[in-house]
């Protein structure tokens, strides 16, 4: 017969286990706690309180236009790359689940190779590439033999590509393992029934590698929505997002303050999309299961 107290034991054992102590997730939450907690709640504490304490911070970005822009500018273009990345890493995360294991782990080491490069230096490398008397537009006019000039930089869709190019690979990953999980006896079965190629597709592989597609558009989206060198450098003056906003309060403005605060609603804004994320998955998994 258990006790109350041996009972109690055990849920706060339970309780430790999934928040990650007496486990050996231990040194990294304890890492987490010290390099990311600790310094957000001093942010925080700056946002409030620098010499005086008051909620001025928020309330001009609650009322500034310059604010409501960049926070537009930021969900739009975080939305849009994470939408193009998924697009793109699909076709690479499927062309490489038809691979076999020794050929996939070629081709993933070309797939990580953005990793490896500044996005400093790769943004640069695409002003080279995109500029108005870059490669592209080189090469159309020595093609159509015009002097054509297509836009490509110093505007919303020279932030897309830079940033999609950097962000692929976060799609990539989750939707490769989704689709190594599936069971190919299911498709074989498809097959058997007479489905077509297409069919199968979508009536079966697309819907049970959505988990990968979703997981790989969240991380796309809220890495870009905190992007700050690649909008600086390809971006135009009206593509200025919440994190040239923080750039510019420190370095020019020197308003620690307002900094802060923006960076505290950037950190918000992500928690809230993750947590909604979060909140439909477990909707899908109870329905599922219902």
């Given at each position: 017969m258990t006790t109350p107290l041996l009972r109690r034991d055990g849920r706060t054992r339970k309780m430790l286990n999934r928040l990650g102590f007496g486990s050996f997730l231990l040194p990294l939450t304890l890492f987490m706690l010290l390099v990311f907690c600790l310094p957000l709640i001093g942010v925080i504490r700056t946002s409030i309180c620098d010499g005086d304490c008051s909620l001025v911070a928020y309330s001009d970005f609650a009322t500034g236009k310059l604010f409501h822009r960049a926070l537009t500018n930021t969900l739009s273009i975080g939305f849009i790359t994470g939408l193009v990345s998924v697009t793109c890493g699909y076709f690479v995360a499927y062309h490489l689940?038809?691979?076999?294991?020794?050929?996939?782990?070629?081709?993933?080491?070309?797939?990580?190779?953005?990793?490896?490069?500044?996005?400093?230096?790769?943004?640069?490398?695409?002003?080279?590439?995109?500029?108005?008397?870059?490669?592209?537009?080189?090469?159309?006019?020595a093609v159509t033999g015009t002097d054509i000039v297509i836009p490509m930089i110093f505007n919303r869709a020279g932030v897309i590509i830079g940033m999609a190019h950097w962000l692929i690979p976060f799609a990539v990953f989750p939707i490769l393992s989704s689709l190594l999980s599936q069971d190919k006896a299911l498709r074989d079965a498809a097959e058997i029934m007479g489905a077509r190629p297409w069919d199968i597709f979508w009536k079966v592989t697309f819907p049970l590698s959505l988990p990968g597609v979703i997981a790989g558009g969240l991380m796309s989206s809220v890495i870009g929505m905190g992007s700050f060198v690649t909008p600086a450098l390809l971006g135009g003056r009206r593509d200025m997002m919440m994190a040239n906003l923080v750039d510019f309060y420190v370095r020019e403005a020197l308003d620690w303050r307002m900094a802060s605060a923006i960076a505290?609603?950037?950190?918000?804004?992500?928690?809230?999309?993750?947590?909604?994320?979060?909140?439909?998955?477990?909707?899908q998994e109870r329905g599922a299961v219902a």
């Open positions: 689940s038809r691979m076999t294991a020794r050929r996939r782990r070629l081709f993933l080491v070309l797939v990580m190779l953005p990793f490896w490069t500044s996005i400093l230096v790769k943004s640069f490398a695409f002003t080279v590439i995109l500029g108005t008397d870059g490669i592209i537009n080189n090469a159309l006019q505290v609603i950037l950190v918000l804004i992500a928690l809230l999309i993750l947590s909604l994320a979060a909140w439909l998955r477990q909707r």
